[in-house]
């Protein structure tokens, strides 16, 4: 079946170091891929996407390419704040389907 | 002004009382979603209306019953509260049920159950 699997958390780091939370997915088809983030409290919101192969969602400094060829989306970020502490989740979106297939999402600790 | 808004924020109630939680969304979009998440952070679909149309039913408990009586609202009522039941239940909304659709979501509201 269609799944996303995103890497466990929690993920600690120090202010401006680099970021990696990898996201993989398991679809048939090419779904759409997003990126959301819900910081403490929040509802979840949209941090970047792509709708199809070798585009790269960027925003706030985070970029995610849409890997095909190893089904991956895997955000990034240069520099990462406090600010950034937050989860983050990984979802999938099939024409097909009507639902998003989420991640069980990363939660990320930023310490100054 | 709220996008997607919800309430209550909060409810704290009993074992076997019933309850509704409002959405309502100011974006015009035809899709509505409400989500369960529990205590781990792990999103779960439950429903989903698109133009006043149920298209998502996911696996609950017939507890949970959503209506929508237009486009803008979407409510769930929840019989027989039971503790398993607390969690954080947020409602979203989309342009399209279309992929490639963001979805918008509300502040949340937090169920506690005693």
């Known amino acids: 079946g269609n799944s996303v699997t995103q890497m466990e958390g929690p993920v600690t780091l120090s202010e401006e170091a680099f970021l990696t939370i990898n996201c993989t997915y398991t679809?048939?088809?090419?779904?759409?891929l997003f990126w959301y983030v819900q910081y403490p409290g929040e509802g979840l919101q949209l941090l970047l996407k792509?709708?199809?192969a070798d585009d790269k969602g960027s925003n706030k400094g985070f970029e995610a390419t849409y890997r095909k060829e190893t089904t991956s989306f895997h955000l990034e970020k240069g520099s990462v704040q406090v600010s950034d502490s937050a989860v983050y989740f990984c979802?999938?979106?099939?024409?097909?389907?009507?639902?998003?297939?989420w991640g069980a999402g990363t939660k990320l600790i930023i310490k100054p | 002004d709220t996008a997607v808004s919800q309430t209550p924020k909060y409810l704290v109630t009993q074992m076997g009382n019933d309850k509704s939680i409002k959405c309502e969304q100011n974006?015009?979009?035809?899709?509505m979603y409400w989500y369960k998440q529990d205590s781990k952070k792990f999103l779960k679909i439950m429903f989903s209306?698109?133009?006043?149309?149920?298209?998502i039913n996911e696996t609950v408990p017939n507890r949970f019953s959503p209506k929508s009586p237009d486009k803008a609202h979407l409510n769930l009522h929840i019989n027989s509260l039971e503790l398993g039941d607390s969690a954080v239940y947020f409602c979203?909304?989309?342009?399209?049920?279309?992929?490639?659709?963001?979805?918008?979501f509300g502040p949340g509201t937090r169920l506690l159950v005693l």
């Open positions: 979203a909304s989309s342009q399209s049920s279309g992929a490639g659709e963001t979805q918008y």
């Open positions: 974006l015009g979009h035809d899709t």
């Open positions: 209306y698109n133009n006043k149309e149920l298209i």
């Open positions: 679809a048939t088809g090419y779904p759409s």
């Open positions: 792509a709708t199809k």
């Open positions: 979802a999938a979106h099939l024409d097909s389907n009507y639902q998003l297939i």
